[in-house]
């Protein structure tokens, strides 16, 4: 329906999609920040709603990759480009501009926007009370879950694929681990007499509708990549490209938080994001067709380990990710892309 519509007036171009890819992402972001306002906090929101949001590209290329028989390597280099992207180089640059300070004992909360007419909890940023270690608590249980997924897709690709069986048991790992969290949201609303309110399902409709309209952008962009058969922008770099667009809500929602100062929400929104591609869409993608593992795959995931625990270390010894530390990421970054496209 929407390429016909944009076809009536002569807007069916890669240039007109992206960017209603982007304005989708945008308004999905707005609605997310007012669930603050309904019953979720900003550690919940970053680790169950946002990795959904702006992970959604990645479930709805799975989609599109199995109805159409899509090649499983491309698969597979869409969800490493998409992690190995939100550990280093998305974390990286809101870092290196602002500090990610989810914790640091004995200062002031930083400022970081407007002040809210609802009651909401000091901000994560600069907070040394029980707010900031709670948080940072919690941040650490989301990367020793990455960890612990990174670990399981490579003990179950060492036979040199990922079949159906191993697929089951990624998504049921992702499951277990999005129940515990939802009971921990309800445990923590009970406890502080927070419900979800009437908006808080509207912005969910709105989000349903996002939904859809992200799966047209995606679809038709997909299938205008892969009839480019010369050039960068081709199918050739079919996992690649769509693992950087699936990326870039990401990096708004980073670079948004991180300049309100929210370094909370920016680092599970990341963090959260990466358990949609490593288990869950390898999981899926699995049911309906076995993953070959490559010489990619296991340095991606070797890549992906090494930042989870940089991230838990600066998180223990520096309350959050230092703007130095942001530079070094932003530069491993680079070395990935050099290793994966250009040696």
């Known amino acids: 329906m929407l390429p016909d519509l944009l076809e009536r007036f002569s807007l069916n171009d890669p240039w007109t999609y992206l960017g209603l890819f982007l304005g989708v992402s945008l308004l999905m972001l ?38 159409r028989d ?26 290196v501009f602002w500090g990610l300070q989810v914790m640091a004992p004995g200062k002031p909360a930083a400022a970081g926007g407007p002040a809210r007419k609802t009651a909401r909890p000091a901000r994560a940023d600069g907070g ?27 003990a179950l690709g060492r ?17 277990f681990w999005q129940c ?33 309209l992200m799966y047209e952008t995606i679809d038709w962009l997909v299938t205008w990549l892969s009839a480019q058969k010369t050039g960068f922008v081709s199918a050739a770099n079919l996992g690649w490209l769509t693992g950087w667009l699936m990326v870039l809500p990401n990096a708004v929602l980073a670079l948004y938080w991180g300049w309100k100062r929210r370094a909370d929400v920016v680092y599970t929104s990341q ?22 593992v490559s010489v990619f795959f296991t340095t991606g995931l070797c890549i992906l380990a090494g930042a989870t625990v940089v ?19 932003t530069l491993a970054y680079g070395w990935f892309v050099w290793q994966g496209l250009l040696a």
Request: overall charge negative; charged content about 10%.
């Open 30 to 67: 707005w609605r997310l920040e007012a669930m603050l306002d309904h019953g979720l906090e900003g550690t919940a929101l970053g680790t169950l709603i946002m990795p959904y949001c702006s992970g959604l590209g990645n479930l709805i290329f799975v989609a599109i990759m199995v109805a």
């Open 70 to 95: 899509g090649a499983p390597h491309e698969v597979l280099t869409n969800c490493l480009v998409n992690n190995v992207t939100n550990l280093t180089l998305v974390l990286g640059v809101p870092a």
């Open 128 to 154: 040394g009370g029980t707010e900031g270690q709670l948080n940072r608590l919690s941040l650490l249980l989301t990367l020793v879950a990455g960890l612990f997924f990174t670990g399981a897709a490579w």
């Open 159 to 175: 036979d040199g694929r990922i079949d159906r069986t191993d697929g089951l048991l990624l998504i049921g790992l992702f499951l």
């Open 180 to 212: 515990f969290q939802v009971f921990d949201v309800l445990k923590h609303n009970i406890r502080a007499r927070v419900s979800f309110g009437f908006m808080f399902y509207v912005d969910a409709l709105v989000v349903l509708v996002c939904a859809y």
């Open 271 to 292: 963090v959260g994001d990466g358990h949609i591609c490593i288990p869950l869409c390898l999981g899926l993608y699995a049911l309906f067709k076995p993953l070959p």
């Open 311 to 329: 991230h838990g270390l600066l998180l223990l010894l520096t309350g959050g990710l230092p703007r130095w530390a942001g530079a070094v990421l």
